[in-house]
């Protein structure tokens, strides 16, 4: 289905303009001639992200960016400015827009941001029921605990954090709570992939440019180290940065300052940096594919997330969360995982991480039948590979192998019941249909106390 957008210009020019860019890109549009016939539309309809101008009569762009925090807080706001300075910009970030561009604007830009801001918020326009963890990242894992102290321990300081693990992971979500946690939260939080921007864009796109700087600079436009000013500023897949940005982005970070593309001054700048990759840089490093003096300024605290073919653990509560967030995405009433399923589940190896599993449900929900999602709701997961555990399991006598699964699916089962009662002892009992010292018992022999 089209991701819709809902664009918002006084000018008809504009709007007409920015109608054929997006429908030429695959999306579907509606357009409101002001603040007020935008929220109208909102109120009425659903939409992925709004494209609109700053400045307008009546509502301008600012009141409905307020608007869509108290009312829509997980749709992107993108806004347009004619000025293109570093006042509206920041301004603009600062009360919660995804991001912002400039008129006249580039297409590749427009499609770039677009792309985006319609990515988050499908990751967030959902509120889900809470689920074990700390921070908004769900996990009870030993190795998700030491992750949660860690950014505790850090997130006040403005030291610099090198956040490794594949892809998937969740690693912005880590950047975000060591921005939330820290007393710069009410400041931007600023995120650059350094994975998609070509190569030719890279210092434009950091540090800013001015006005004919190069072809195609017709107004001044401040990068992202001035809009996250105050703030953090994350650099995704800094892994890809080239070499002579990364001579560059060493010298930002030991002096704290920097020039605009084209400028003669100096812009002083305030900013706690958070890299991110799924790269071993440490070996890259040695290899000489990466600066090593950039490699030791960055590692200051380094945190590894750990994959979640290692969290097994973690996997039925994830999967319950997107379950709850994709039932009410998609207007579904499914009641949960059966044990089978739980099963498959944790014992998958998900070579995509979160991000696999998230698609996995969403299909899953999607597609279900009855009330609940078994194995025929999750085709794949009992062929192909499996993880280490199950692969050790092989050469089990049938016997124990068959309790090894039995133990496996009871405490799926007990879990799923615990958490369909707020973990509840008594009425989970009830729900499994034995009595509360026996489900005590065994909880305490499954290790679930604590949860």
Not at 65 to 78: E, F, Q, T, Y
Not at 85 to 106: L, M, R
Not at 141 to 156: E, G, Y
Request: aromatic letters at 6%.
């Amino acid at each position: 289905m089209a991701k819709r957008i809902l664009i918002v210009d006084d000018e008809p020019s504009i709007r007409k303009v920015l109608s054929a860019h997006l429908r030429r890109d695959g999306y579907e549009t509606q357009t409101a001639c002001d603040g007020a016939e935008a929220i109208a539309a909102l109120q009425e309809d659903d939409f992925d992200a709004v494209v609109s101008d700053m400045k307008m009569p009546g509502v301008g762009g600012l009141e409905l960016l307020r608007w869509c925090a108290d009312h829509r807080s997980a749709l992107p706001v993108i806004l347009i400015t004619a000025h293109g300075t570093v006042d509206s910009a920041v301004e603009a970030i600062k009360q919660g827009a995804h991001d912002y561009i400039t008129k006249p604007f580039d297409r590749d830009d427009l499609q770039r941001i677009i792309a985006k801001a319609v990515a988050s918020g499908q990751i967030s326009q959902t509120k889900v029921q809470p689920a074990p963890g700390r921070f908004a990242i769900i996990g009870q894992t030993p190795s998700m605990r030491k992750i949660f102290d860690l950014i505790a321990r850090v997130a006040p300081s403005p030291t610099t954090v090198l956040i490794t693990g594949e892809s998937g992971t969740g690693k912005e979500l880590v950047a975000r709570a060591l921005h939330q946690q820290s007393d710069r939260a009410s400041g931007p939080f600023i995120t650059v992939n350094c994975g998609a921007i070509p190569e030719n864009l890279f210092e434009s796109e950091l540090f800013g440019h001015e006005r004919g700087a190069f072809t195609g600079a017709v107004q001044s436009k401040p990068g992202r180290f001035e809009l996250a000013h105050g703030g953090t500023l994350l650099l995704d897949e800094v892994g890809e940065l080239p070499a002579d940005m990364q001579v560059k982005l060493l010298r930002v970070l030991q002096e704290r300052r920097f020039e605009r593309v084209g400028g003669l001054r100096s812009i002083d700048v305030d900013v706690r940096l958070i890299a991110a990759t799924n790269r071993d840089l440490a070996e890259a490093a040695r290899s000489n594919d990466f600066r090593q003096d950039l490699y030791y300024r960055l590692n200051v605290i380094p945190m590894h997330l750990p994959p979640l073919r290692e969290r097994s653990e973690d996997v039925v509560l994830l999967a319950g969360h997107f379950l709850e967030r994709f039932n009410q995405r998609l207007g579904r009433q499914l009641k949960g995982l059966t044990p089978a399923a739980s099963e498959a589940l944790a014992a998958w190896h998900w070579p995509g991480n979160i991000r696999e599993l998230e698609n996995f449900m969403e299909r899953a929900v999607l597609l279900a039948d009855g009330e609940w999602i078994g194995l025929p709701e999750l085709p794949g997961l009992t062929g192909g590979a499996r993880s280490p555990e199950s692969s050790q399991m092989e050469g089990l006598p049938l016997k124990d192998y068959v309790r090894v699964h039995t133990a496996k699916l009871e405490r799926a089962r007990i879990r799923e019941a615990l958490q369909a009662e707020q973990h509840n002892v008594t009425r989970a009992a009830k729900r499994l249909g034995i009595s509360r010292k026996s489900l005590q018992t065994k909880m305490k022999d499954y290790g679930l106390r604590e949860d």
